[in-house]
T-cell receptor, first 113, second 116 residues
């Protein structure tokens, strides 16, 4: 039973446009969510997080939206840049320890110049 | 680079051999987490350690796998009698504390284990 799902294995967008990556979860106990970016042969790099007490968190070009009733979160990247091309993982945790996170399978984002 | 250091980057073992994966956390970090990533999948939590203690090993197989984080030196993930299904990328992350914050966790570049 996969508790965090990223249903789109891949996404392709044009440079300068918006990238929207989606993530669904099933465990209502999750109360902290993170997005990581990963390049080939490297470890994941933290991008942005959101607590369940919020519905939006913004950091520069990256915004994460949380819809608790739908158990859905999304990552918006505006404007998208070719350097954003990578695999993006959604992760969720609970009980105060975000180090023990449940990851989705990732979405490969390609930003075309 | 003062980040999480993992070595070796690549490790090839024959079936039945032992694999030892090392993780040196960010300086000053006393919390270490090990994850495993199978091809085309996300990272799966294996074990959480603090200095000299295993806090949560709920994601680690009960047999053949063990982890330690001694008072001195790196954290070690040890896999005995490896099988082909152990082939994966193993990532280590570290943190200053076990709480949360708007900073996420620092991951190493991983060790890619291939069992032949």
């Amino acid at each position: 039973d996969q508790q965090v799902k990223q249903n789109s294995p891949s996404l392709s967008v044009q440079e300068g446009r918006i990238s929207i990556l989606n993530c669904d979860y099933t465990n209502s106990m999750f109360d902290y969510f993170l997005w990581y970016k990963k390049y080939p042969a490297e470890g994941p790099t933290f991008l942005i997080s959101i607590s369940s007490i919020k519905d939006k968190n913004e950091d520069g070009r990256f915004t994460v939206f949380l819809n608790k009733s739908a158990k859905h979160l999304s990552l918006h990247i505006v404007p998208s840049q070719p350097g954003d091309s990578a695999v993006y993982f959604c992760a969720a945790s609970y009980n105060t320890n975000a180090g023990k996170s449940t990851f989705g399978d990732g979405t490969t984002l390609t930003v075309k110049p | 680079n003062a980040g999480v250091m993992q070595n070796p980057r690549h490790l090839v073992r024959r079936r039945g051999q032992e694999a030892r994966l090392r993780c040196s956390p960010v300086k000053g970090h006393s919390h270490v987490y090990w994850y495993r990533q199978l091809p085309e999948e996300g990272l799966k939590f294996m074990v959480y350690l603090q200095k000299e203690n295993i806090i949560d090993e709920s994601g680690m197989p009960k047999e053949r796998f063990s982890a330690e984080f001694p008072k001195e030196g790196p954290s070690i993930l040890r896999i005995q009698q490896v099988v082909r299904g152990d082939s994966a990328a193993y990532f280590c992350a570290s943190s200053l504390s076990a709480g949360r914050g708007n900073y996420g966790y620092t991951f190493g570049s991983g060790t890619r284990l291939t069992v032949v």
